[in-house]
């Protein structure tokens, strides 16, 4: 990885110094024939990690951290909302559980669940839309 990264940044470094612009991706890619993801990979290897108290705007005193940029998309309604589906999930029997879990998490077909279970695709069909119907009543 470390060699894939050396080669690259001295054909950006020639392709730099034969043209008046930066080198793209695909040009350093192309230059030392490797895949551009390849290119990618290497660069971003060796490339120093930053700190979450790195600044990255400073004016008149207000400093803007690296740690300031990065946010969390989860509010206190989505936390509510997590627990409130956990809280009705428990509620729920196993073999209720087990064909939510098949088929939401796991990705089953109504019939693959059926199968699995030993019971018909038609009552899997009951049971899940029962089990769904408690959860939205209890959230």
Same mark, same amino acid.
């Given at each position: 990885?470390?060699?894939? =990264?050396?080669? +690259?940044?001295?054909?950006?470094?020639? /392709?730099?110094?034969?043209?008046? !612009? $930066?080198?793209?991706?695909?040009?350093?890619?192309?230059?030392?024939?490797?895949?551009?993801?390849?290119?990618?990979? =290497?660069?971003? +290897?060796?490339?120093?990690?930053?700190? /979450?108290?790195?600044?990255?705007? !400073? $004016?008149?005193?207000?400093?803007?951290?690296?740690?300031?940029?990065?946010?969390?998309?989860?509010?206190?309604?989505?936390?509510l909302n997590e627990i409130a589906l956990k809280d009705a999930i428990i509620n729920l029997g196993q073999r209720e559980k087990k064909i939510l879990n098949l088929r939401f998490f796991q990705g089953k077909t109504q019939v693959e669940v059926a199968n699995e279970i030993g019971i018909s695709q038609a009552q899997v069909s009951r049971l899940e839309k029962g089990a769904l119907n408690k959860i939205k009543g209890q959230i």
């Open positions: 990885m470390r060699d894939l =990264a050396y080669k +690259a940044m001295q054909a950006k470094e020639k /392709l730099t110094n034969e043209g008046s !612009s $930066e080198p793209t991706i695909e040009e350093i890619a192309n230059e030392i024939n490797a895949k551009r993801q390849d290119v990618v990979i =290497a660069l971003e +290897a060796i490339s120093d990690p930053v700190s /979450l108290y790195d600044p990255v705007f !400073s $004016e008149s005193g207000d400093t803007v951290y690296v740690m300031d940029q990065v946010g969390d998309k989860n509010n206190d309604i989505n936390w």
